[in-house]
């Protein structure tokens, strides 16, 4: 599949599940256990820089997920969009810090909060697919952050995280894509 094909396939896709997945939150109700979930993860997790999403837009909600992470002391950290060079970064969250809306309204740590490299990031997705495939927005700012970290070297465990409807048969994927390690839903948790 040509490049043009492939992109041109992710935003028809992209547009479909945000469409799908607005309708599909908005009726019904969700029993969201990713915090119970986790568990099995929680023994990697704790001597980590750990980072995690506040939900945006209809996203699966992370809120009793972060709860547990910090009941479990783990070090956090959100993404922060640098608008100067259209990057991400993360800084560390503590709770309690006083949270800000970012680029796109996202809800962020402030620039006085420390920039923390993470070595395990809960990704958002679209879509996802057995293989570890992941459909995001289209910004690539998890791809390229995740291949700046391997260039150095950096060993990252990446979980995606989003609802179970949200699997797919296959997410149109090139060489940019970078896959997941664990799929972490509302319903269950399971390693790539």
């Known amino acids: 599949m040509s490049d043009l094909s492939n992109k041109f396939e992710k935003s028809a896709l ?3 599940l945000l469409n799908r997945r607005s309708s599909y939150v908005s009726r019904n109700d969700f029993v969201n256990n990713l915090h119970i979930h986790v568990q099995p993860l929680i023994d990697s997790l704790v001597s980590r820089n750990v ?11 992370t809120n009793d997920l972060i709860n ?14 640098i608008e100067e060079s259209n990057q991400m970064i ?10 800000i809306k970012g680029k796109y309204g996202i809800l962020e740590p402030s620039e006085k909060n420390k920039v ?3 070595s395990v990031l809960f990704v958002p997705l679209l ?4 293989n570890g495939n992941r459909l995001g927005y289209g910004g690539g700012y998890y ?50």
């Open 90 to 99: 993360f800084r560390e969250w503590k709770n309690g810090d006083e949270l």
């Open 68 to 81: 547990f992470l910090f009941s479990k002391r783990i070090s956090l950290s959100l993404p922060c969009i």
């Open 14 to 16: 992209r547009k479909f």
């Open 51 to 61: 980072s995690i999403f506040q939900p945006y837009n209809n996203e699966i909600d």
């Open 116 to 118: 923390i490299i993470p």
């Open 127 to 130: 879509a996802f697919d057995d």
């Open 143 to 192: 791809d390229k952050y995740i291949e700046d970290l391997e260039n150095k070297e950096n060993m990252v465990l990446k979980v995606g995280v989003g609802y179970s409807f949200q699997k797919i048969n296959e997410v149109p994927n090139n060489s940019m894509d970078k896959k997941l390690n664990w799929i972490l839903t509302e319903k269950y948790l399971y390693k790539i």
